[in-house]
């Protein structure tokens, strides 16, 4: 049974044309042979999450786009413009494939003990190329999941847990002592509570709708600030006055929201400000922009003084920082609560072919909250 | 002698009424006995900076500002906004003597030996409270001048110099190999090319006029990029790439030009890309904002990859950073070279009365590059 499965296997592409054309397809590819320290997993789940869709769409109007192809093998194509055109230059004519994180099942090992020890396990992959039903993969590039746990279960290992853990470690080493969240009402932003509740760590969250402010006091987050809420910003200077938090993580990116935090970090140290400084308090105020979910231009007017800094935040370059040794003690975190601190939900569990259905798209394209979709690129497939 | 012309002096004030008024007026203070390590210095020149211009306006609509009083005695007010106001809530009533640096002669000293040592020097002092015919201060914070050098020559010992000085310290502590300036044109980034001239480091000049170019030709500056050009974002990437500049101090502050810099530092960066980023070069680009010469909101757009950071930079910070033996240093060059390197130059020589006229105001507080003035609280004294 070591090869059961393999031979070919579907693959997920992406492609930006130099005439202009976003195009998405499924394509057969061949599956490697594993080398010794290699092993073959069968991708079972794998999650689309807004750093997948940069890639997958590459900033083409998927209003626009359309479909040809069969229902077996779809292909969507969308049209991109002149500026984003440019912006896409390194990867013009270059079939993708996609797909960060998943998890599935080891159907095939290499000769070396690290990958024998691995067959018919459960394994959580981030790697890239995980929209594919055979994903060939160093043994030590697989964390192996808790006996019970499935694909699914463990197919967000990575991005979100290592992301809000790195956010916390980020907080720590920069000398701050509480956090700041915005679009905390995401899976990513429930997580964040999980942990910053079991570490004790004091959260402020930012969520743009009432409702989401139930979402996350349901899972006994102390502080949440509705954006849209008229008394917004007091709310947020008071939060941020009784918790301390100095730095902040911030989804949206565009907008005004970014310096809204800085002004009511300000206005909450002045609360406690002994004398007039003119160039306004000595305490460093940073915001992390990590993601886009407002794409439009960021505005803010420098009204909290000159100790602040606002920056972009990504989970790969943290984990180069901190190490291999201290990243490995996070994964391993990960997989051992994985079922409770780190566990995610999804919408809806959809085919590699379903994927690319417009009106899938439409929907899990649009990156709201608590609309996640699970890619299941063996689904119908036993 | 020791007491020549102390006993009582004018000194400059400004008032923020809780009425939302700006009050702008010369008292008389009493000059005090100095202690064993004091010395008294009679400020014939100090000049008016930026820096200077917040505390000393506090924010005001002087467009609408009234002058009562006597010549000798003129009081200035102007209306400030309710918003300005609430930003201006620690400064209220209190009237706040204005002028961070100057030079003068030491005209009465402490009996401590190090005071003792400055009678009859010319010394700059950076201090505050400097817009005053005579300052009481310690003797370790008088920076001698060699001799030969004038309080006028010496006025601008401190804020230009050490800020030059320390954007040039903090490129090569944070790993960067050149840098880039905005408003170069200004008595500092006049400086600042002298500077990188002798110290052999490249230096990106950003300018609003096209006749700023050539002021900044003259004095051997090798990149110049004009904003007001259409070819402007071609020619700042060109700059950048030449010199591998990944670190930008920006006077405007406002506007679009501290996100350009990030958009062609990426666009520089990326024309030696092997390979294709979705996430953008992993070179981190940083700008630090230290004025606001455009007060309005700052925008940009997120071009530029997450490999990132704005921050604010402040002269003050940077020396408690580097501590008092790095600084001191500094200080010295300063004093060395201030005929040459650091020399500034000055539109007009005003008194502390006319410094309240309110056509002076109108040409002084336009912040305009080359209409620096220098006021000389003892002039027509003697």
């Known amino acids: 049974m070591a090869n059961a499965g393999t031979g070919t296997g579907l693959q997920l592409r992406s492609t930006i044309k130099k005439d202009g054309t976003l195009e998405i397809s499924l394509v057969d590819v061949a599956t490697p042979e594993p080398k010794p320290e290699e092993v073959i997993v069968r991708v079972e789940a794998s999650p689309i999450n807004p750093s997948d869709q940069g890639l997958l769409f590459g900033g083409a109007d998927m209003s626009a786009a359309k479909t040809a192809g069969t229902a077996d093998r779809p292909v969507v194509t969308a049209p991109v413009s002149p500026t984003v055109l440019k912006a896409m230059a390194g990867r013009l004519d270059q079939s993708l494939p996609v797909g960060n994180e998943g998890a599935g099942v080891v159907v095939q090992a290499g000769a070396s ?5 691995l067959m018919g396990k459960t394994v959580a992959i981030l790697g890239g190329s995980m929209y594919t039903q055979y994903r060939c993969i160093k043994a030590v590039q697989c964390l192996v999941l808790p006996p019970g746990t499935t694909p699914a279960e463990g197919a967000s290992c990575f991005v979100n847990p290592l992301t809000a853990l790195g956010m916390v470690a980020t907080m720590r080493a920069e000398g701050h002592k509480a956090l700041v969240h915005s679009a905390a009402a995401s899976n ?18 930012i969520v743009r709708k009432p409702e989401q402010v139930d979402v996350l006091k349901r899972i006994g987050a102390s502080y949440v600030c509705d954006s849209s809420a008229p008394t917004f910003m007091d709310d947020l200077t008071d939060a941020l006055a009784a918790t301390g938090a100095t730095v902040a993580f911030d989804a949206i990116g565009g907008g005004t929201l970014a310096g809204q935090i800085l002004t009511a970090m300000e206005a909450a140290a002045n609360r406690t400000a002994k004398e007039y400084s003119r160039y306004g308090s000595t305490v460093h105020k940073q915001v992390y922009i990590y993601g886009g979910l407002d794409r439009g231009p960021t505005s803010f007017n420098r009204t909290f003084g000159m100790a602040w800094g606002i920056g972009g935040w990504l989970l790969t370059p943290f984990l180069q920082k901190i190490g291999f040794e201290a990243a490995q003690k996070l994964r391993e975190r990960v997989a051992a609560e994985i079922k409770t601190t780190f566990a995610s939900t999804y919408t809806k569990e959809i085919s590699l072919a379903e994927a690319l259905k417009l009106e899938e798209i439409a929907v899990y394209g649009k990156l709201a909250t608590g609309a996640k979709y699970l890619i299941n690129p063996n689904k119908g497939t036993r």
Request: hydrophobic share 50%; charged share 20%; net charge positive.
């Open 113 to 117: 003990p690290a990958a024998q020890a």
């Open 188 to 205: 990513l932003g429930q997580m964040l509570n999980k942990i910053c509740i079991k570490d004790k760590v004091d959260l402020v969250n």
